[in-house]
């Protein structure tokens, strides 16, 4: 579902009592906004707020950049999938993800099981405009970034679908996306989101 408005604040505890030990999961490419918007829906909810990039820097002691360079892809997807898996078992929580995971099924059926699922949807200039701030996305070192960008859109946005709330992310206060956001997860969990996903 697509959420707008805000919540009232009121709500929260109710919300939280229904996510119980859930993560709550942001999903969505490069430049979407999961950090930024995931930190401030934590701090609104009084929930600790991981990154899973930074825990996989932190763990390997080495930069996003460096891990595909010096061990490729297919190592930082298993590390990624490794660390994502413990993360989940440590809610509540908000768990910002890197791009690529909700790609995998496995990563995929552990967060339906263990947490619900944002999706920051955006469009394309959003996504280039944010991402030209820095240079630390390996899959984005190409001749035509925005190629490579577009090509990402077609092939994960079915897959992003399936997230538990999908929120329209664009050039708007973090504040008033975070308060969608959360509206989105109270409309959620109210309608019995936590009874829907099958255990894997
Ligand atoms: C990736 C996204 C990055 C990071 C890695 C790969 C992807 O995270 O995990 O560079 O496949 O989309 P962000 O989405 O946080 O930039």
Redesign the pocket.
């Known amino acids: 579902m697509t959420m707008s408005g805000k919540t009232d604040a009121h709500d929260v505890p109710a919300l939280l009592e229904r996510l119980g030990r859930r993560s709550i999961v942001f999903v969505?490419?490069?430049?979407?906004g999961?950090?930024v918007i995931g930190r401030k829906v934590a701090g609104r909810l009084g929930l600790p707020f991981i990154?899973?990039?930074h825990e996989?820097e932190n763990i390997s002691r080495m930069s996003?950049?460096d891990l595909?360079a010096s061990y490729g892809e297919a190592e930082?997807r298993a590390l990624?999938r490794r660390v994502i898996d413990r993360l989940l078992g440590e809610g509540p929580q908000v768990l910002?993800?890197?791009?690529?995971?909700f790609?995998n099924g496995l990563t995929r059926a552990a967060i339906a099981h263990h947490g619900v699922s944002v999706w920051l949807k955006a469009d394309l200039d959003t996504l280039m405009h944010r991402?030209a701030k820095r240079q630390?996305?390996?899959?984005l070192k190409a001749d035509d970034p925005r190629a490579v960008m577009r090509h990402?859109m077609e092939e994960r946005y079915p897959v992003y679908e399936e997230a538990d709330v999908i929120v329209q992310t664009r050039d708007e206060l973090k504040e008033v996306i975070a308060a969608e956001v959360i509206a989105g997860l109270a409309a959620f969990l109210e309608d019995g989101g936590e009874c829907r996903k099958p255990a894997p």
């Open positions: 969505g490419l490069m430049g979407a999961k950090t990154d899973s990039d996989i996003i950049p595909f930082f990624e910002s993800t890197g791009g690529g995971a790609m991402v630390n996305r390996p899959l990402l």
